[in-house]
């Protein structure tokens, strides 16, 4: 018998397996690092579009959609900011590390505009006061 | 971080930041808002 049809011994294979195995391990593991910072770019890249929303908004005195008619059953409702003059848009964490609310001042009252919450694992973590 | 409507421009309010820091265990990234009202994303930090 010819000495390549002889198979792999048993050592042979285990070594095979465990160079396969090692390599997807450290694959899997940087592609997971990978994604989560990829997670991390992302809800700061959309942080700083919802941020530069805000200043655009209030730049332009944007105006925000009132309620639809059926909601007309609350009081304030389609005249929130036509009542009360629009003086600026609000980025608005208030309080909570995760998650931030684009916000229509028109005062006394304010209009969420829009609510943002970041995926897992992702907090806001700081910010410098002026 | 309010953006306040004036005429002639926009402008923070005294309660703005000057930056915002997202991040996770692994990596954070600071977005930067300029007195003039720049807002920029900064490095990444591990």
Do not use: H
Request: glycine share 10%; net charge positive; hydrophobic share 40%.
């Amino acid at each position: 018998m010819k000495a390549w049809a002889r198979g792999f011994t048993l050592i042979e294979l285990l070594i095979s397996f465990s160079v396969v195995a090692l390599i997807a391990g450290l694959g899997f593991a940087s592609f997971n690092q990978f994604n989560r910072r990829q997670q991390v770019v992302n809800a700061a890249q959309a942080l700083l579009t919802d941020l530069r929303l805000a200043q655009s908004k209030a730049q332009n005195m944007e105006i925000p959609p009132g309620p639809t008619s059926t909601d007309c059953s609350k009081p304030l409702c389609a005249t929130l900011c036509q009542t009360n003059p629009l003086v600026g848009y609000q980025l608005d964490f208030a309080g909570s590390l995760t998650t931030y609310s684009l916000k229509a001042l028109c005062p006394p009252l304010s209009l969420v505009v829009k609510t943002v919450t970041f995926p897992s694992g992702i907090q806001k973590s700081g910010g410098l006061p002026r | 971080m309010t953006f306040k409507s004036l005429r002639g421009g926009v402008t923070f309010a005294p309660e703005g930041v000057t930056n915002v820091v997202v991040g996770s265990t692994i990596l954070t990234k600071t977005i930067n808002i300029s007195a003039g009202g720049e807002i920029s994303l900064g490095d990444d930090q591990p």
